[in-house]
C-alpha cells in the first residue's frame, strides 16, 4: 500500500500521472509466491487509491477493492481514472528473484502502447518499511541517519545501548524516549504509543468477538472467541496451563484478525502481530484497564530491541524466515515484560536473547501463501516462549554466556543459509507438504 502511493506521489512530480492511461505492478519474488495468500495485489489496489494502513477502515477497504477489480477502473491517487484490469495489469512473476531484495516490486506508468513513460522499483523490506532501489543500492550510514535526525544518544547495537545506560543511570525505556524526545514534545511520543496499546487492545478485542472461517480458502475457523468464552465461564479455574490459555487467546485473536484483513500493528511483522499485544494485555493490565506506564514501558523497550534486528539483521521473514518474524517478536516482547518486571537494562537484554536463541532457524513455510498455518498457533507459541524468556532471565545466575548481539548475529548468518524455500515462498515446508487446494 505504502509503495503504491509513493510511486504516485512520485510520478506527479515528474509530471507523468496526468498523461496516464494503463498502470502495471509487477510483484516480484516472495511477493510473487504468496501475495495472493497474503493480499499484497488487494495492499497495491487500496495503496493506488490513496488509503494508508493506519487509516484504511477494513470494511471500506474490502468494498474499495471489489469496486475497483469489478468496475475494471482505477481512480489513480492525485490522477486520471483509467482502465484496470487485476488479473493483467497485477503481474505475479514467480520466476524473477529481485537482486537486492526478496521482496521487489515494479510500478509502470504508461501514456500509449509503447515503453512506459515512468517506471521505479522498490521493495518491502519488512515490518512495513519500504525502500527504492536508489535507497537500497546506497544504503546511509547508521551514524549519519542518528545524527540528522537529531538522536542525543545513537547506539548500534545492544552493548552500546546497555554502555549508554550504564553510563547515564538509565533504564531502556528512559533512553529511547529521550533519543525520541529529539524528534517530536514528550507528550506526543507518549500518545503515539497510547495509541499503538489501544488500536493492539481493540484488535484483540474484535478477535474475541469475531466468530466463523477464515478467507482463502483453507476454511481455517476462527478459535479465539470459543476459547475465550471457555475461559470466561472458569474463572476460578486453578488449572496450572490456564496461563497459557489466556496467552494463546490474545494471540490467535489478533493473528486471525490478521488473517482476515482487520486492522493489526505492525510488531515487528503482520505475522508475527499477535505475541507483543498478548503478553501486553496479560502483564500490564489492571482490572481490564491497560496500566498505561507499565504498557508505554513495555513498548518501548521492546521498540528498542526491535530497533537492534532491524539495524543489524532484518525482521523480513523473505530474507531471514519466521525467525526474524515470530522470534523477533518473542525476544521484543521477552524484553519488554523484563522490564515491566523491574528489570534493569542488562537483564532485559537477556530475556531478548533468551526470547531468540530458542527461536533460531524457525522457518516460514504458511499454506498456500495464507497467514494461517502455521502462523496463528506460531504467535501462540512465541507469546509463552517470551513469558518464559523473561522468567528465565530474572532468575539468572547474573553470568551470561550469550549477549543479544551475538544472538543477532547468529540469527542473520542463519537466515543467509537457510534456503530460500524456507523464507516466505510457500515452496518448502508445511507449505509444500499439507495439500492446501
Known sequence: MRIARRFLQEAAKSGKLAGAIRIEIVLQGSLALTGVGHGTDKAVILGLIGMQPETADPAEAEAAFRRTVQGKEIRLMDGPSVAF??????????????????????????????????????????????????????????DLVDSARGAPHPFNSAKEMLDICARQGWRIDELILRNEDARRSREKTLKRLDTIADTMMACIDRGLSSTGTLPGGLEVSRRASGLYETLRNNPGSNE????????????????????????????????????????????????????????????????GIGLLYKQRASISGAEMGCQGEVGVACSMAAGGLAAVWGADAEMCCVAAEIGMEHNLGLTCDPVGGLVQIPCIERNAFGAVKAVNAARLAMQGTGHHKVSLDQVIETMRQTGIDMSSKYKETSTGGLAVNVIAC
Open 85 to 142: 484490469n487485476a488479473v493483467r495489469d497485477i503481474v505475479f512473476d514467480t520466476k524473477s528473484v529481485p537482486d537486492l531484495h526478496p521482496n521487489g516490486m515494479v510500478l509502470c506508468l504508461f501514456s500509449g502502447d509503447a515503453e512506459p513513460d515512468f517506471s521505479r522499483t522498490y521493495f518491502s523490506t519488512g515490518g512495513g518499511f519500504i525502500a527504492s532501489r536508489r535507497q537500497l543500492e546506497k544504503p546511509v550510514r547508521k
Open 240 to 303: 496450572r496451563e490456564q496461563l497459557f490459555d489466556w496467552l494463546n487467546v490474545y494471540a490467535m485473536a489478533v493473528n486471525e484478525e490478521n488473517a482476515a484483513g482487520g486492522r493489526v500493528v505492525t510488531a515487528p511483522t503482520n505475522g508475527a502481530a499477535g505475541i507483543l499485544p498478548s503478553v501486553m494485555r496479560h502483564y500490564c493490565s489492571e482490572d481490564g484497564k491497560l496500566n498505561r506506564e507499565n504498557a508505554r514501558r513495555f513498548l518501548l523497550v521492546a521498540g
